[in-house]
């Protein structure tokens, strides 16, 4: 993608180049509130203006995007702040999957009642809290 952009703006400013170098007559510009004249050529005056304006919308663009740059510089915070946070959790996550490892493991050695404990278990009846 940059490199089309970069492509499209070799060409623009091919042509305004061009149409800037074609003229070549003499322009009189008047500062108006101070009263002086300045003559320069047509062509000097194209690329002067061209060359202000994309510097003004150079400028433009940044003073826009700077909340977005200050929204993404917080994002980056939160993520590295939730980054960690999940790393904890995770380092604790895995010291509860061996507590249950450990407890299947004892489950596992200790005898199995016999079956007729285990009959007798399903009728007996539970006590209220």
Do not use: C
């Not at 500062?31 to 150079?58: H, M, N, Q, R, Y």
């Not at 959790?89 to 004892?106: P, R, S």
């Amino acid at each position: 993608m940059a490199f089309i952009k970069s492509i499209v703006r070799l060409i623009v400013l091919a042509a305004i180049l061009y149409f800037a170098f074609i003229n070549n007559e003499l322009a009189v510009f008047n500062l108006w509130p101070f009263d002086i004249e300045v003559t320069v050529s047509l062509s000097v005056a194209i690329v002067v203006f061209v060359l202000f304006g994309f510097i003004w919308g150079k400028f433009d663009s940044w003073f826009a995007y700077s909340p977005l740059r200050s929204s993404l510089r917080h994002q980056k915070k939160q993520n590295k702040k939730l980054s960690k946070e999940q790393e904890k959790l995770t380092k604790e996550v895995e010291g509860l999957q061996g507590d249950i490892n450990e407890l299947k493991e004892k489950e596992a050695s200790m005898p199995k009642p016999p079956l007729k404990q285990r009959i007798a278990a399903w009728f007996k009846r539970k006590k209220e809290n």
